[in-house]
Each structure stands twice: as structure tokens, then as C-alpha cells.
């Protein structure tokens, strides 16, 4: 008998340690399994890095400004983006910026800015600009990047200046926290109303069901740029910035809940036919348990991949409305707004770079894109 | 079937009363009614009404009526024809919307029929061949079609074409043909021209539909009577087409439900930036104008032309799918 016994040991001692790592699959809640997956999806690993920067930057965009995006400077109109360059006379030095020096064209009466060789200015870290408050309340006057030797209005623009002379680059900078945020505020509304109204749907069923479900084909069937545009149109022009900023999330969280709605009902109704579902409730689970501790934390990572696909979307939708001038209006900045100065071809042909926000949008939105693509493949821990 | 297009049919009305309701609320939005903000604009600019035309204007909109009387005067109006007139552009709107209606109508099928003529071939080529160079091409242009915004697009390609050649690539017709009546010149003028336009206005779009044709024909692809088939010894492209395509791309008519109203969006953006001649840019103006009735009844217009597509998408879905048309019967 000493044999077996041997046998049973060696057969208990040998997969231990693989047993522990398989073990740990068995008892892993829904969501470090959906993060197991996503792991393994490197682009989008990547992306979340991506989106990542983009957060950082809407959080403190005066840390990462240059300069103050609303100063004007009429005489430094349209320059061109000033670029970091590492070679000065043949020889490889430490990244620096031209001076730019503006002649008036005789001609077409139009300002031509040149590089101006003789002055350098070579970027500093962790530098010394404009006053402001981190995060509101904080107040500093350090930001990430800036140049030696630069005046206050001589600052390098980066990425050239607008119309007004204002610094791109640090408008840029501004604009993410707005463009960004309006999308998440947009889509956190969107979530709750689709949610609540998805989750009634698919849980009570009958007449409510028909009757939610009738609204969102209707809502789905309307054009939905014209009915934005004509909602916001009727916004009061005497309105401060922050209404309307509020104001367009409201309206574009109006339509935008009906995909996310669906996407709760359909999932109510596949898990409401689950053993599991069915057990608690023969337990004598309360029907709020059943359905929040329960059928929610099971579905919680399809939410979360349907939320990241629709913030790219209403990103996209903010800037269509503050591109055509009826979103936000400046002196907010967003996105959209910047890209207003590049409405015609007459204003691309002469100033280029004034697309480069659109460049920010694209990023953004593939970023968000790929990202939820990998969260929803990721978030069925049990499929292959 | 005719059961089945008839019980769709029936659902139009009650859709059409709904949207009206819809956009007369839109119109209804802006603080004041528009005569009065009109009368004020009209006297900050010097100029006035006379007292018969105000009276007019307010008995045919019925402004000093309950809000349910006014509505029932528009939608009666509207019925019978009478668009109503354009304040800003003091012509009637039927005039202003007439052939811009029809342009655009030209655009948004343009751009459908383009989107699949593309996006169904690379939804074959890339489910046959997945994992394949070409599969990773498609799914990189596909996420970078769908990041752009339609009128990024089309600044950069204005933009390019005018930078390298010299070209401005705006508007639908050569100037000569701007204001000429209809001929077959300018029928051709127009062909000429909305190609560009429609490219712009289908690539987000095709790459959607690019990837439902993907996603379902990799389904079907896997399924036994594909294997069938092929054990059968039927060549791999005429399989390909013959069985699994035909069941795959039967989705993306229904898409049209949705994707029509998001093309005529689209279209929106894209012809203001390009300065198009449809009723896009004119709705945008009569909102920033405020000249409501005009922009409600382009709103509505989008409305019925959505409702139109939901139409032909449920009916062509129903020739396509005997599921569909057996189930009403």
C-alpha cells in the first residue's frame, strides 16, 4: 500500500504549483479575468496608454500649456508652427527653437514670417510661465515644457498661432479638457438613462417593455445632426459658458442612450433565463438583490466596453456642433471651436496647421475606438 | 409580402405625425415667437412691416392661437402643399428648398450605393482571407475611416487638391452651370463633380459596413453547410458567393434604417464645408437666422426622407429574407 500512497502524493505534489496559478482562474471575479484577456490585446494595452496621456492632459492642460491660450496678439497672426529642431548649423544639439521674424509683403499685404536663425531658443523642462491654479486650487506657475530666454510674446508656438495670435499649442492643451470631458459627461448621462430605462425594459418586460422599445426606434430613426443643431440653435445667445456647456451634454446625451439601452435590455434578457438568476431567486433573493448583486456585476464589463465605444462618438458629435457653430461658442475652447478658424478652403490654404485639432481628434477617437474593441472581446472571460 | 409591406405601410402615418410633432416643438424652442423677434430685427435694421402684413403673417401661423391650434395649422398647411415662406430670404420655402432637396437626395444615394459597391468586396475579401496582409490593411484603414471626421476629410482633401494642382474643389457645378436650367450638360456637370463629395461622405460608413460583412460572413463561413459545399467540390469563389455572401450581406440592408439618416447628417457637414448646394447649409443658416419655419420644415423633410429609407430597407429586407415576410402572413 506504501506505493499508492507514494503515487498520491507525488501526484498531489507535482501540479501544486500549476494548480495554484489554475486555481486562481476558478476563483477569479468576472473583472481580473476581463483584465487577463485585455492584457493581451497589445494595441489596445497601447491605446489605454494613449487615452491615458489624453486624461493626464485634460486634467492639468495649464501644466502642459506653453502659454496663455487666451492672449491675443493681433501682430503675431497666423505663424507657422515653430519646430523643435535638433540640428543648428550642421551640428546636433540640444532641442531648440527659431526666433521667427514677420516681414509684410508689399504686394499681397499679407504678414510672411521667417525662421530668424541668429536666435535660439532651447526648451527648458519643469519651467516658470503664466500664473494658474492646478486643478483650481493650487496655484503654480510651473509647466512641463518651455523655452530659455523666451519673452512672455515670444514664446515658441509649436504648432503656429491662430487668427488672433494665440498660441495653438496651448489651446490644444485647454481644448482637451473640454472636448474630452464633454464626451464622458455626455456618455456618463447617456449610461445612467440607458441603464435605467434598458434595464426596466429587459427585467419587467410586457407593455414597458413595448413602450420603451417604441421610443428608441423612434429616437434611433431621427436624423440626428439636424435635431442637434436645431436644439442647440434655440439655446439662449445670453447664456455663460457653462450652461451651455451643460446644455449641449443634456442634448446630446438626448439621443445618445438609446444604443446603450439596447445593449442593457438584451443582456437582462439573456441572464434572466440563467440558472444562476433563477437559484437566487428560488432562495428568496429580494428582486434588488437579484438584479444588483446578482445580474449587474455580470454584465458590468459589456457596459463598460458599449461606454468606452460611445464616448469616441459623442467626441465626434460635440465637435460636428461646435464646428458649425452652433455647440460651444467661444471663449470656451474645444476642439470643435478651434477647428471653426478652418471652415473654409480659403483659411486652410492660408494657414495649414490650423487643421492640426482635427489630427487630436482622430487620435482620440481610434484610440477610444480600438481600446473598446479590446474591452468588449475582453469582456466575455468564458468564451474562447 | 403584401400583407407584410402593407402592415409596414400602415406604421408610416403615425411616424410622420410623430416627426411633425417633433419638429414644430424644434421650431416652437427659441424664447419668443418668430414674428416679434422678426418685427425687432427688421426695425434695429430700419426698416418695417406694415401693419396689413403683420396681420396676415399672424392669422396664417395663427400666432395669437393656442400652441395646439398653431401646430395644426402648420401640419394642415404643409399638407396642402404650402411650405410657408422664408422670412430671411422672403421668397417661399417650397422656391428655396426645391432643388436642393433634389441634390441632396442625389448625394445621399450616390454615397449609399457607393458605400457598398466598396464596402461589400472588402468584407468578402477580408472574412475569405482572414489574418491575411490585405485583412490587416482594411481593419487599419477601416479604424482610421471611422476616427475621421467626414469634414476633416474634406478640408484636407480641398486643401491637398488645391495645394498640389491648384484646383478649388468646391461646390456641385461648374460656374457656367450654377444657375442654368436642367440639361444633359448639366446633368454631366453634376456627375463630374459629386464624385469627390460622395467618397468623403461614404468612408465612415463603409468601413462599418465593411466590418458587419466581416464579422457575418466569418459566421457563415464556419457553418456545416459551407463545409457541405465545399466537400461537394464546388469551386471556393462560387461558393463563397453563391451561399454564405447572400445570407452575410442581408444585414446590411437593414442597416439602411440607420445609416440613411446618419448619411443625410453627414451630409450636412460635409456640403457646408464644401459649400454644396443642399438643403444642409440652408438649414444651418435658417437656425442661426432663426427663421424657424424654415428650418423646422427642413427638419422635417430629413424626418420624412429617414422614414422613406426605414421604408425601402424593411421591404427590400423582406425580398431578401422569406423569414421576415412569412411572419406576418
Known amino acids: 500500500m506504501a506505493a499508492p500512497a507514494d503515487a498520491t502524493v507525488d501526484d498531489v505534489v507535482v501540479p501544486v504549483a500549476a494548480v495554484d496559478k489554475g486555481a486562481a482562474v476558478y476563483v477569479a471575479p468576472a473583472w481580473k479575468m476581463t483584465w487577463w484577456r485585455f492584457r493581451k490585446h497589445k494595441l489596445a494595452v497601447v491605446c489605454l496608454w494613449v487615452f491615458g496621456l489624453i486624461a493626464l492632459i485634460a486634467l492639468a492642460p495649464e501644466f502642459f500649456a506653453t502659454s496663455d491660450p487666451d492672449a491675443t496678439a493681433a501682430r503675431n497672426a497666423y505663424i507657422p508652427p515653430q519646430t523643435l529642431r535638433i540640428v543648428h548649423e550642421g551640428r546636433l544639439t540640444w532641442p531648440f527653437a527659431y526666433g521667427v521674424e514677420g516681414q509684410r509683403n508689399a504686394r499681397t499685404l499679407r504678414m510672411e514670417w521667417a525662421n530668424d536663425t541668429e536666435t535660439r531658443y532651447p526648451l527648458r523642462f519643469f519651467v516658470q510661465g503664466f500664473e494658474y491654479e492646478l486643478f483650481g486650487f493650487i496655484p503654480s506657475r510651473t509647466h512641463l515644457i518651455g523655452f530659455a530666454g523666451a519673452a512672455q510674446t515670444d514664446i515658441p508656438r509649436l504648432l503656429g498661432s491662430d487668427r488672433l495670435g494665440r498660441d495653438q499649442w496651448s489651446r490644444l492643451m485647454y481644448g482637451t479638457r473640454i472636448s474630452l470631458s464633454i464626451g464622458l459627461v455626455a456618455v456618463a448621462i447617456s449610461t445612467i438613462l440607458g441603464i435605467v430605462l434598458g434595464g426596466i425594459s429587459g427585467y419587467f418586460g410586457g407593455w414597458v417593455d413595448n413602450v420603451i422599445q417604441r421610443l428608441i426606434e423612434l429616437l434611433q430613426a431621427l436624423p440626428p445632426i439636424p435635431i442637434w443643431l436645431a436644439l442647440s440653435a434655440s439655446l439662449p445667445r445670453t447664456w455663460p459658458v457653462t450652461w451651455v456647456y451643460f446644455a449641449i451634454t443634456v442634448i446630446l446625451a438626448l439621443l445618445g442612450w438609446t444604443r446603450l439601452a439596447r445593449e442593457v435590455r438584451g443582456r437582462f434578457l439573456s441572464l434572466r433565463e440563467e440558472d444562476f438568476v433563477t437559484a437566487a431567486r428560488l432562495v428568496g433573493a429580494s428582486r434588488a438583490r437579484v438584479i444588483f448583486s446578482h445580474m449587474v456585476p455580470s454584465f458590468t464589463s459589456h457596459i463598460i466596453a458599449a461606454t468606452t465605444l460611445a464616448i469616441p462618438l459623442m467626441i465626434l458629435n460635440e465637435t460636428f456642433l461646435s464646428f458649425l457653430g452652433l455647440g460651444l461658442r467661444p471663449p470656451a475652447i474645444s476642439w470643435g471651436v478651434m477647428l471653426q478658424e478652418a471652415q473654409n478652403l480659403q483659411s486652410v490654404v492660408n494657414a495649414p496647421w490650423l487643421m492640426i485639432p482635427g489630427l487630436f481628434v482622430i487620435i482620440t477617437v481610434l484610440a477610444l475606438n480600438i481600446l473598446g474593441d479590446g474591452l468588449r472581446d475582453a469582456a466575455d472571460p468564458y468564451s474562447t | ?329
Open chain 2, 1 to 329: 409580402m403584401h400583407w407584410y409591406i402593407l402592415k409596414r405601410l400602415a406604421v408610416v402615418p403615425l411616424m410622420l405625425f410623430l416627426f411633425s410633432v417633433i419638429s414644430f416643438t424644434l421650431i416652437q424652442a427659441p424664447p419668443g415667437d418668430f414674428l416679434t423677434s422678426y418685427i425687432a430685427e427688421l426695425a434695429q435694421g430700419g426698416s418695417s412691416l406694415d401693419q396689413a402684413h403683420i396681420a396676415a403673417l399672424r392669422s396664417q401661423y395663427g400666432l395669437d392661437k393656442p400652441i395646439t391650434t398653431q401646430y395644426f395649422l402648420w401640419a394642415g398647411s404643409i399638407l396642402k402643399g404650402d411650405l410657408g415662406i422664408s422670412l430671411e430670404w422672403r421668397r417661399s420655402n417650397a422656391e428655396l428648398i426645391g432643388e436642393r432637396l433634389l441634390l441632396t437626395l442625389a448625394l445621399t444615394v450616390f454615397s449609399l450605393l457607393f458605400t457598398w459597391a466598396v464596402a461589400i468586396p472588402i468584407g468578402i475579401i477580408s472574412a475569405t482571407r482572414q489574418y491575411s496582409v490585405a485583412d490587416y490593411v482594411f481593419t487599419v484603414l477601416n479604424y482610421i475611416g471611422l476616427a475621421t471626421p467626414n469634414f476633416m476629410l474634406a478640408l484636407v482633401l480641398m486643401w491637398f487638391a488645391f495645394d498640389r494642382f491648384g484646383v478649388s474643389v468646391t461646390g456641385l457645378f461648374s460656374p457656367e452651370f450654377t444657375e442654368a436650367p436642367w440639361s444633359w450638360a448639366r446633368v454631366g456637370d453634376l456627375l463630374s463633380h459629386i464624385w469627390l463629395p460622395m467618397i468623403i461622405l461614404g468612408v465612415a460608413g463603409t468601413a462599418q459596413i465593411a466590418r458587419v460583412v466581416r464579422a457575418n460572413l466569418l459566421d457563415e463561413l464556419s457553418k456545416p453547410y459551407t463545409e457541405m459545399a465545399r466537400a461537394k467540390g464546388l469551386p471556393e469563389w462560387r461558393l463563397v458567393l453563391k451561399y454564405p455572401t447572400r445570407v452575410a450581406i442581408a444585414p446590411v440592408v437593414s442597416t439602411l434604417g440607420w445609416y440613411f439618416p446618419q448619411l443625410l447628417s453627414g451630409g450636412l457637414v460635409v456640403s457646408v464645408v464644401m459649400s454644396l448646394p443642399t438643403i444642409g447649409p440652408l438649414l444651418l443658416r435658417a437656425l442661426v437666422g432663426q427663421d424657424m419655419y424654415l428650418a423646422g420644415t427642413i427638419i422635417l423633410i430629413f424626418c420624412v426622407l429617414t422614414v422613406i429609407g426605414t421604408l425601402v430597407s424593411d421591404i427590400l429586407l423582406a425580398v431578401l429574407d422569406p423569414r421576415i415576410r412569412m411572419e406576418g402572413a
